[in-house]
């Protein structure tokens, strides 16, 4: 039985667990973050609802959890939702995994984002959250 072909395949396993365990030992990838200058527009075109005698009560959380609006849904509720296991009929909600942002609108007339900030901006937030969708450059 000729046994010379067992050194190359040893160097071969050897070779491609040295490689795999580099690969592993690789910092991890840092999450997307949205830019500031579009964190400040998505805040900005919150900001209307802002007024405490609005009929539309918003909440809006970014990944370093900072948060603005005058809603608060409450940590099982916020669990729920980032877990996608969560529904209501009084909330409109989006969560973006990618960024860590999440925004809740409390009472919305409508689902639609056109009824709610304006057809100029709901296209603006769409296209914001767009650049940082999963397949998106």
Same mark, same amino acid.
């Given at each position: 039985?000729?046994?010379?072909?067992?050194?190359?395949?040893?160097?071969?396993?050897?070779?491609?667990?040295?490689?795999?365990?580099?690969?592993?030992?690789?910092?991890?990838?840092?999450?997307?973050? *949205?830019?500031?200058?579009? $964190?400040?527009?998505? *805040?900005?075109?919150? /900001?209307?609802?802002?007024?405490? !005698?609005?009929?539309?009560?918003?909440? !809006?959380?970014?990944?370093?959890?900072?948060?603005? &609006?005058? @809603?608060?849904?409450?940590?099982?509720?916020?669990?729920?939702?980032?877990?996608?296991?969560?529904?209501?009929?009084?909330?409109?909600?989006?969560?973006?995994?990618?960024? &860590?942002?999440?925004?809740?609108?409390?009472?919305?007339?409508?689902?639609?984002?056109?009824?709610?900030? @304006?057809?100029?901006?709901?296209? $603006?937030? /769409?296209?914001?959250?767009?650049?940082?969708?999963?397949?998106?450059?």
């Amino acid at each position: 039985m000729n046994l010379n072909f067992l050194p190359p395949i040893a160097s071969l396993i050897v070779l491609s667990l040295s490689s795999s365990g580099q690969d592993a030992a690789q910092a991890p990838t840092k999450p997307k973050e *949205i830019s500031a200058k579009d $964190k400040a527009a998505v *805040i900005e075109i919150f /900001k209307p609802f802002d007024d405490h !005698l609005s009929s539309t009560y918003y909440y !809006l959380e970014f990944r370093n959890n900072e948060t603005y &609006g005058l @809603g608060n849904p409450g940590a099982n509720t916020l669990a729920a939702m980032k877990t996608g296991r969560f529904s209501s009929p009084s909330l409109l909600y989006r969560w973006y995994a990618e960024i &860590g942002v999440l925004y809740v609108i409390w009472r919305p007339p409508t689902t639609s984002l056109e009824a709610i900030f @304006g057809k100029e901006n709901a296209l $603006k937030l /769409k296209t914001i959250f767009a650049k940082y969708s999963v397949g998106a450059r």
